[in-house]
């Protein structure tokens, strides 16, 4: 028989959305030697609809209480899909009381906070992850296999965007909120690049940032007060790689007309490839060693059977959907359990995506040039 992994998870709604469907799903894809048992929900006391929801998801008992899940002996793993701001408290509650963590993105609100929590799990030697869930999308790991392979030669730029637009017509919400939310769309959108940017071309060692807020004040919902906006609308940065490479980056909610808008390139000397995760089953490849007279940038359906999370889906070209990069997270962190080794992306790169964060922070700031 299996070892059952009994999960607590804090947090209900779009993550808890997404990681108790991953959950749910997860054994009937991936052959496991542990059993995930969706043991308690936990969503802060202004859920109403808690009960109902924890029975919609599939999860066994409910609470509005964090620490009664963290306390609960029969749990064996967390997850942490809350506003920023809490992470790091529960982190290493659950650290502190021998509970494997997987904790959404981006890991902490400062480099102090993050390194705190990858202490906490280093000490009490529980397995960890952050979830950087675009690293598992196939056709981004078709993109490191050819990067890695040598294939696009010598990497020159990583031109990356992350656009989204809701803020332009959204009631205030704690992503408003420096406090909450970490600094804005450079946290909540640029994490996700900036660690895609480290796992494609490796460590950036300085960054040039400019950033800015367009709506200073946003209405609350139902009422007729206007609260006050902290975090930044968007972000543009520069990067310099150890390996030479040049990184252009930009970061936005109020990009008018794109909703999940991640995209990057990678162009090297003998190749470049092009991403964008609302084609995510998609990678442009563009190859200098093909004969030239049908050289160009061409689609490939990342869908064949040599991708490690793909061939355990659908037959070749039946695709997948965003909402299954967070099974491929939640295959790694279980096998991290079973075997006891931490999986990729863990604590570690929540840290070194902060530590690139908080120098565009200072950047922006201090309007110069940072080290990293
Ligand atoms: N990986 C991704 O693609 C992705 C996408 C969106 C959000 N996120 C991250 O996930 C986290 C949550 O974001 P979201 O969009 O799901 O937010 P959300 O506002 O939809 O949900 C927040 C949840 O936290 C719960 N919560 C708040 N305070 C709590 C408390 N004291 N105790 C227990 N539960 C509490 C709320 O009940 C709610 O269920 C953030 O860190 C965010 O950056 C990641």
């Known amino acids: 028989?299996?070892?059952?992994?009994?999960?607590?998870?804090?947090?209900?709604?779009?993550?808890?959305?997404?990681?108790?469907?991953?959950?749910?799903?997860?054994?009937?894809?991936?052959?496991?030697?542990?059993?995930?048992?969706?043991?308690?929900?936990?969503?802060?006391?202004?859920?109403?609809?808690?009960?109902?929801?924890?029975?919609?998801?599939?999860w066994e008992k409910w609470t509005s209480d964090w620490r009664e899940v963290i306390n609960d002996p029969e749990i064996d793993a967390v997850a942490?899909?809350?506003?920023?701001?809490?992470?790091?408290?529960?982190?290493?509650?659950?650290?502190?009381?021998?509970?494997?963590?997987?904790?959404?993105?981006?890991?902490?609100?400062s480099l102090a906070e993050t390194k705190e929590m990858l202490e906490a799990v280093q000490i009490n030697k529980v397995i960890h992850m952050t979830n950087f869930n675009y690293r598992k999308v196939p056709a981004v790991t078709l993109a490191k296999k050819l990067v890695d392979e040598g294939r696009l030669g010598e990497i020159i730029h990583f031109k990356a965007v992350y656009q989204q637009d809701w803020v332009v017509d959204s009631d205030w919400v704690w992503r408003f909120d420096k406090k909450q939310a970490g600094s804005g769309s450079m946290s909540d959108k640029g994490s996700h690049i900036i660690d895609l940017a480290r796992f494609l071309v490796g460590e950036m060692t300085e960054i040039?940032?400019?950033?800015?807020?367009?709506?200073?004040?946003?209405?609350?919902?139902?009422?007729?007060?206007?609260?006050?906006?902290?975090?930044?609308?968007?972000?543009?940065?520069?990067?310099?790689?150890a390996n030479g490479a040049m990184g252009l980056f930009m970061t936005s909610r109020v990009s008018t007309g794109h909703?999940?808008?991640?995209?990057?390139?990678i162009t090297g000397t003998k190749g470049s490839v092009i991403f964008n995760l609302?084609?995510?089953?998609?990678?442009?490849?563009?190859?200098?060693?093909?004969?030239?007279?049908?050289?160009?940038?061409?689609?490939?359906?990342?869908?064949?059977?040599?991708?490690?999370?793909?061939?355990?889906?659908?037959?070749?070209?039946?695709?997948i959907g965003?909402?299954?990069?967070?099974?491929?997270?939640?295959?790694?962190?279980?096998?991290?359990?079973?075997?006891?080794?931490n999986p990729s992306p863990n604590f570690l790169d929540g840290v070194k995506a902060q530590e690139i964060i908080d120098a565009a922070l200072k950047s922006v700031e201090e309007k110069r040039w940072i080290k990293i």
Not at 229 to 238: A, I, M, N, S
Not at 259 to 265: A, C, V, Y
Not at 291 to 297: H, I, K, L
């Open 278 to 319: 609302e084609r995510l089953n998609e990678l442009a490849v563009f190859l200098k060693d093909e004969e030239r007279s049908v050289q160009g940038f061409r689609t490939v359906l990342a869908t064949e059977p040599s991708h490690e999370y793909v061939r355990n889906m659908w037959p070749t070209g039946h695709t």
């Open 1 to 58: 028989m299996k070892r059952k992994i009994n999960v607590g998870m804090l947090g209900t709604k779009f993550m808890g959305k997404a990681h108790s469907h991953a959950l749910k799903d997860v054994s009937i894809f991936f052959d496991l030697d542990v059993e995930p048992v969706m043991k308690t929900l936990c969503g802060s006391g202004d859920h109403s609809d808690l009960g109902d929801l924890a029975e919609k998801y599939g």
């Open 80 to 109: 942490i899909l809350t506003p920023g701001h809490l992470h790091k408290e529960m982190a290493i509650a659950a650290a502190e009381r021998g509970k494997h963590i997987i904790c959404e993105k981006p890991l902490g609100n």
């Open 322 to 341: 965003w909402e299954h990069t967070f099974i491929f997270q939640y295959y790694e962190f279980l096998k991290g359990i079973s075997e006891n080794k």
């Open 259 to 265: 909703k999940n808008f991640l995209s990057f390139e």
């Open 208 to 241: 040039v940032a400019d950033s800015k807020i367009f709506f200073g004040s946003k209405p609350v919902a139902g009422t007729l007060e206007r609260k006050p906006v902290t975090t930044d609308d968007t972000c543009t940065f520069l990067t310099r790689f």
